[in-house]
T-cell receptor, first 112, second 111 residues
């Protein structure tokens, strides 16, 4: 069962914030976040491996609510380079850490 | 340079003509996976491998085969390609519990 990402698309002005959510119907072991620019391969952003874990670097951070089976990606003070499609990948108890199921993606466009 | 390579990058073929897409990684990773990416569907896992000679089906394995005879290589085989296998394919490798490193992708068109 593919995790559900919301929203499907976001349009921002430079400097604005955004939140992308990822919800699963299964109990989760891990959540990965990736960003993919048009015509390129997905690039790793971060992994969250424990319930309640929060991570971040630069102005991008994420949280993992194990109980609610969901994760959120926070992009603050967005930059033009943040444009792309964001995917969450979830690992559940049956598959373990490395068998990931990806969401359909959230397209983010940042304009000057 | 640590990387995952795929070949070919682009391929146009006809229905029923067997093909192989190669994938190789130089990071000594145990885990390797194949995904297909279609508009609006995200990345869907085809097969994955936990180590040499250990493979398992992902979510969309029908019509595909894989093998893992060496740790670094994980080829994807389409014995009899059909038009519904037209897609963008990514190979990825990862250490245990680690990030997935994706190859550059192979765009396949089956006529």
């Amino acid at each position: 069962q593919q995790p559900v990402q919301s929203p499907q698309a976001v349009i921002l002005r430079e400097g604005e914030d955004a939140v992308i959510n990822c919800s699963s119907s299964k109990a989760l072991y891990s959540v990965h976040w990736y960003r993919q620019k048009h015509g390129e391969a997905p690039v790793f952003l971060m992994i969250l491996l424990k319930g309640g874990e929060q991570k971040g670097h630069d102005k991008i951070s994420a949280s993992f609510n194990e109980k609610k089976q969901q994760s959120s990606l926070y992009l603050t003070a967005s930059q033009l380079s943040y444009s792309g499609t964001y995917f969450c990948g979830t690992g559940d108890l049956s598959g373990g850490y490395n068998k990931l199921i990806f969401g359909a993606g959230t397209r983010l466009a940042v304009h000057p | 340079e640590a990387q995952v390579t795929q070949n070919p990058r682009y391929l146009i073929t006809v229905t029923g003509k067997k093909l192989t897409v190669t994938c190789s990684q130089n990071m000594n990773h145990e885990y390797m996976s194949w995904y297909r990416q279609d508009p609006g569907l995200g990345l869907r896992q085809i097969y994955y491998s936990m180590n040499v000679e250990v493979t398992d089906k992902g979510d969309v394995p029908e019509g595909y085969k894989v093998s893992r005879k060496e740790k670094r290589n994980f080829p994807l085989i389409l014995e009899s390609p059909s038009p519904n296998q037209t897609s963008l394919y990514f190979c990825a490798s990862s250490p245990p519990r680690g990030e997935q490193f994706f190859g550059p992708g192979t765009r396949l068109t089956v006529l």
